[in-house]
């Protein structure tokens, strides 16, 4: 294909040397087949253009600016300074990573958990799968919506639940006490003043995206699962391998490919976060939940600030590149693909 | 031999704590969905009180289909067009949406037509040029994208809600990935019986591709009808919003106190894309799995 494609274009272009002239009717096709491949493309190209790279430039000028309606003032790095002075922005900054930091393992694991548990021969899996992809798929507004009503502390399933096996009901989304006193003090304990852990709203938080994205994750780990050949197994069950064994010389190593492909799209989808916690929170209760994504919105919406929430936002890039490149640096060697 | 018969018969202890686990697994996971449309039939006082079924046999309420239209009439009347709110926004989420679908479909097969077949000056570097959008964040457009919307005068509008996305790049790879496996012999072919390049897009190739074509629709539809923040941002007038809008401002109002017609809402907005998923799981699952492309 693209050795005949290119004997095609050198005798397009360089007809005029050519020995034999290629004949006009052939050199007019291939000219119009070339104008053909641009028209094919350029819908795609310019919408690229100006909704991907246009706003790139654009959004940073605006983050050197005071920007109303248009670049009021050139302020040159000063919302930038002003962002790392901003108590607000570092608190935004540690719950997003308080966020990450907790939800990531707790998707992966699970997801790895039921992917593993799925492969292992299980009548039903389709229908597994299937349920347990459903979050995934559901609306983000309305399956917050109704995680709102679950987690009400006064009509809410999950406290009626929790009461009827004798446990205590709980405040969850509106809860900004950490979970460590609140676990402590139901055995009576006081905790130092100083160990608080995340606020149980946080926590709340992270079950809900839990449970829409670790189905997700169970689906890609299933397709590595089942890349990984089966000849491998047997020859270690020969070898009298079996259970933890097949898992941790077999699968873990040659998942690993997988494994750190969620890994980096699970933290990077964690600091994007934003519907659901706009919706069953706003960000509250106080600020116990504004993550950067929230902050940066409140900061444009409420606020007015479009250069200072632009600077922000290249702020929080730049922490998700370096977090990527540390991924890549600690991780990713231990990845071994095949 | 005999061992075997009866290890067939009964199950291991471990083989049971797999079913164990996998059944708990999908308890939670449609456990929410069950509370929701339950919660969607019951009266108020059954949703307060935690009456997890107070119909027949174990209560004597009748179902309460009526919170249905009673959830349409307090979301409110669209001043514009003098129809129920709740069905302006589900005529904007499926106007957005089927625009969305139609228009990512055709640049996606055009572009995707061009980079798996037709020689162009410049190729690679417009594909690696398409694939490096997929490393700009829609976070970090976001800001510039909304003061676009207000110079353009697209603010308020379907425009604004529709054109930024009529290209996938998610769709052009994937597509473009299946083109380039359908054999060449079969252009070949078409040439000989005086078939152009497009004649050839439109006979062979989009009818070959249907699985991956219809996969690109799907993840596209459930994306768009998911997007909140931006119609969130762009919107200014209760007709302009979309059904995730409306129930977010729904959530925020009047139905943050009356749960029974919060699940009606929430029960309308998520049923029609659940049924519409049990009929084409396959291709989520198998277009994902492909691509590892998340929305």
Same mark, same amino acid.
């Given at each position: 294909m693209v050795g005949r494609g290119q004997s095609n274009l050198a005798s397009t272009v360089t007809s005029h040397k050519a020995p034999q002239r290629p004949s006009p009717v052939r050199r007019r096709r291939r000219l119009g087949e070339i104008a053909l491949g641009y028209a094919l493309l350029a819908p795609a190209i310019i919408l690229l253009l100006v909704f991907e790279f246009y706003p790139l430039g654009l959004g940073f000028r605006i983050s050197t600016c005071d920007w109303r309606l248009g670049c009021a003032k050139f302020v040159g790095a000063e919302n930038y300074l002003r962002a790392f002075k901003d108590p607000d922005m570092w608190h935004a900054l540690m719950i997003t990573a308080t966020y990450s930091a907790i939800s990531v393992p707790v998707q992966l694991g699970l997801a790895l958990l039921f992917a593993y548990l799925l492969f292992q021969r299980i009548r039903g899996m389709q229908v597994f799968r299937m349920l347990y992809f459903m979050p995934y798929i559901t609306s983000t507004v309305a399956s917050a919506a109704v995680w709102a009503y679950l987690f009400s502390p006064d009509i809410g399933p999950i406290n009626k639940f929790l009461e009827s096996i004798g446990l205590p009901g709980q405040r969850w989304l509106s809860e900004t006490r950490g979970i460590i006193p609140l676990i402590l003090s139901y055995f009576g304990v006081q905790g130092p003043a100083w160990l608080k852990g995340p606020s149980l709203a946080l926590i709340s938080l992270i079950i809900y995206t839990s449970w829409v994205f670790v189905g997700y994750d169970i689906v890609i780990f299933l397709a590595g699962l089942g890349n990984i050949p089966k000849e491998l197994y047997d020859a270690a069950r020969v070898d009298g391998a079996s259970g933890w064994t097949l898992f941790w010389h077999i699968t873990w190593p040659l998942l690993s490919a997988t494994t750190f492909f969620l890994l980096l799209i699970t933290v990077i989808g964690t600091f994007k976060a934003f519907n659901h916690i706009y919706v069953m929170t706003l960000g509250g209760? +106080?600020?116990? /939940? /504004? /993550?950067?994504? !929230? %902050?940066?919105?409140? &900061?444009?919406?409420? %606020?007015?600030?479009? +250069?200072?929430?632009?600077?922000?936002?290249?702020?929080?890039?730049?922490? !998700?590149?370096?977090? /990527?490149?540390? &991924?890549? &640096?600690?991780? +990713?060697?231990?990845?071994?693909?095949d | 031999m005999i061992r075997r018969v009866i290890r067939r018969r009964r199950p291991s202890f471990s083989r049971v704590l797999i079913y164990a686990v996998l059944i708990l697994g999908a308890i939670v996971s449609v456990t929410p969905f069950v509370y929701m449309i339950l919660g969607s039939l019951k009266s108020y006082g059954s949703v307060i009180t935690n009456r997890f079924w107070p119909w027949w046999p174990f209560g004597d309420e009748p179902v309460q289909w009526q919170n249905y239209p009673e959830a349409i009439r307090t979301v409110g009347t669209d001043v514009q067009w003098g129809i129920p709110l709740f069905y302006r926004y589900l005529f904007n989420s499926a106007l957005v949406a089927g625009i969305t679908v139609a228009g990512t479909l055709t640049t996606s097969i055009m572009a995707a037509y061009t980079l798996a077949f037709i020689d162009v000056p410049g190729k690679n570097i417009l594909f690696i040029a398409i694939l490096a959008t997929l490393m700009i964040p829609a976070d970090l457009t976001l800001v510039p994208k909304v003061v676009m919307m207000f110079r353009f005068k697209w603010y308020n509008t379907y425009l604004a809600l529709t054109v930024p996305f009529l290209v996938s790049v998610f769709g052009i790879f994937l597509l473009r990935q299946f083109f380039m496996q359908i054999p060449k012999d079969l252009y070949d072919a078409a040439q000989i019986d005086g078939a152009g390049h497009l004649l050839y897009l439109s006979q062979v190739v989009v009818p070959i591709s249907r699985p991956a074509v219809i996969t690109v629709a799907l993840l596209n539809f459930i994306w768009s009808w998911d997007s909140f923040r931006w119609p969130l941002l762009v919107t200014r007038d209760s007709g302009m919003r979309v059904l995730a809008v409306g129930l977010q401002q729904f959530l925020a109002g009047e139905g943050g106190t009356k749960t029974h017609l919060l699940m009606?809402?929430?029960?309308?907005v998520v049923l029609p894309v659940l049924v519409f998923y049990f009929f084409t799981q396959k291709h989520f699952t198998e277009g994902i799995s492909r691509t590892g492309i998340k929305g």
């Open positions: 209760p +106080g600020n116990a /939940t /504004t /993550t950067a994504s !929230i %902050y940066i919105f409140n &900061q444009m919406v409420s %606020y007015n600030r479009y +250069g200072y929430s632009a600077a922000l936002s290249f702020i929080v890039f730049f922490v !998700i590149l370096i977090l /990527t490149v540390i &991924q890549n &640096q600690v991780a +990713g060697r231990r990845v071994i693909y | 009606a809402f929430a029960t309308m």
